[in-house]
Nanobody
Framework: QLQLVESGGGLVQPGGSLRLSCAAS????????IGWFRQAPGKEREGVSC????????VYADSVKGRFTISRDNAKKTVYLQMNSLKPEDTGVYYC???????????????WGKGTLVTVSS
């Protein structure tokens, strides 16, 4: 079974940057699309970005386009989310997830990490 562990969250000021990491173990990461999702307090979970198994295709939510970049290193079994120009509305728990279907819908994901908290505040 694939296990995912997120790291890199924390407190950052508006306009700052963070890089989240998602480390995988258990199965071959290269078989799966990997998505980043987030859940803000009192809101439903939403898809942020997804990368195809090979890394050749990526998709972003409109709210993060031009600010966030997803990448993966299958040899290191790690997926990254570089977040720049952070805004208070980016605050939330960020989850990485793996699935055989590429996209921003959480129903497409089969495996989930426990999440890492990102707080954007001055």
């Amino acid at each position: 079974q694939l296990q995912l562990v997120e790291s890199g969250g924390g407190l950052v000021q508006p306009g700052g940057s963070l890089r989240l990491s998602c480390a995988a173990s258990g199965l071959t990461l290269g078989f799966y699309a990997i998505g980043w999702f987030r859940q803000a307090p009192g809101k439903e979970r939403e898809g942020v970005s997804c990368i195809s198994p090979s890394g050749g295709s990526t998709v972003y939510a409109d709210s993060v386009k031009g600010r966030f970049t997803i990448s993966r290193d299958n040899a290191k079994k790690t997926v990254y989310l570089q977040m720049n120009s952070l805004k208070p509305e980016d605050t939330g728990v960020y989850y990485c997830a793996a699935g055989t279907t590429y996209g921003l819908h959480d129903a497409a994901m089969n495996y989930w990490g426990k999440g890492t908290l990102v707080t954007v505040s001055s």
